[in-house]
């Protein structure tokens, strides 16, 4: 399985981007598709994730600011970031969850495969 994301930049603080990850592949189960972030010198963050069974949960520093949506058809997830910080810069990484492990939704562990990352990086 292949996870390809688009859509990383430049922004300014409270501008918007628009991040997409598409999976292809062999065919997997998908329990759940998410992001997740990385600052330089920082462990890896969760950001949001969409479950199949339609829950979606959200890092508290980004509810109301990102919203995650999924095409399930498609296999796709995409991930709207309004209002942007400085403090959102990182490179973000989409996940899928294809065996339920036993890892809270928000941990990194819970996720079998991950896209190559893509900057998101906010100017004051």
């Known amino acids: 399985v292949q996870l390809q994301a688009f859509g990383g930049g430049l922004v300014q603080a409270g501008g918007s981007l628009r991040l997409s990850c598409a999976a292809s592949g062999r065919t997997v189960s998908v329990y759940g598709m998410g992001w997740f972030r990385q600052a330089p010198g920082k462990e890896r963050q969760f950001v949001a994730v969409i479950r199949s069974s339609g829950a979606i949960y959200y890092a508290d520093s980004v509810k109301g600011r990102f919203t995650i949506s999924s095409n399930n058809a498609k296999n796709t997830v995409t991930l709207q970031m309004n209002s942007l910080k400085p403090e959102d810069t990182a490179v973000y990484y989409c996940?899928?969850?294809?065996?339920?492990?036993?890892?809270?939704?928000?941990?990194?562990?819970?996720?079998?495969?991950w896209g190559q990352g893509t900057q998101v990086t906010v100017s004051s």
């Open positions: 996940a899928l969850d294809s065996v339920i492990s036993g890892y809270y939704y928000y941990s990194h562990q819970e996720y079998d495969y």
